[in-house]
């Protein structure tokens, strides 16, 4: 397995690999289908992020396909150019395999060059296997979203997370 920072010819791999986390996921924001991810987009998304230092997309590969994701989102603002909004995903059949840990040890890693102090997440209450992931990799819970998204017909309650490095 590879960990790296995205390229531009990875565009069509990313949409694939986003479009296949959303379907597989009952935690992501979008519900399978919802959104309809393009390489274009993508690509627009990856050359928009290598022209700031504060956001990053680091991808996990295995035998040529993209199987996990993190995307820091930097903030836009003098004020808040210190923290980065975190998304991350990875592909069911490979959860649970210390994939999670690896992309957030280089997120750290990247962090620290680019003087980002903050790092920040919110995942649904219910999704333990993340909530364990983000507590391992040194974040801690600082409150709860009532009622921040509808999965299911039922609210449900969100833990907003963060890291300070």
Same mark, same amino acid.
Do not use: W
């Given at each position: 397995m590879i960990i790296r920072h995205i390229t531009p010819a990875d565009a069509q791999s990313l949409? +694939?690999?986003? !479009?296949?986390?959303?379907? /597989?996921?009952?935690?992501? @924001?979008?519900?399978?289908?919802?959104?309809?991810?393009? $390489?274009?987009?993508?690509?627009?998304?990856?050359?928009?992020?290598?022209?700031? +230092?504060?956001? !990053?997309?680091?991808?996990? /590969?295995?035998?040529?396909? @993209?199987?996990?994701?993190?995307?820091?989102?930097?903030? $836009?603002?003098?004020?808040?150019?210190?923290?980065?909004?975190?998304?991350?995903?990875?592909?069911?059949?490979?959860?649970?395999?210390?994939i999670g840990t690896k992309l957030f040890e280089e997120l750290d890693c990247w962090a620290s060059k680019h003087e980002i102090h903050r790092l920040e997440l919110t995942v649904v209450i219910h999704n333990q296997a993340g909530v364990t992931l983000y507590k391992k990799a040194g974040f801690q819970i600082e409150g709860t979203k009532k009622h921040s998204l509808m999965i299911n017909g039922e609210f449900v309650d969100e833990y907003y997370m963060s890291k300070l490095l």
């Open positions: 949409a +694939d690999l986003i !479009t296949q986390v959303e379907n /597989e996921s009952d935690y992501m @924001l979008f519900e399978p289908g919802e959104r309809q991810t393009s $390489a274009e987009a993508q690509l627009k998304r990856i050359e928009a992020i290598q022209k700031v +230092d504060h956001s !990053t997309i680091i991808i996990a /590969e295995q035998n040529n396909r @993209l199987i996990g994701f993190i995307m820091a989102v930097g903030g $836009a603002a003098k004020r808040n150019r210190h923290s980065a909004y975190l998304v991350a995903g990875i592909l069911r059949e490979h959860r649970g395999r210390g």
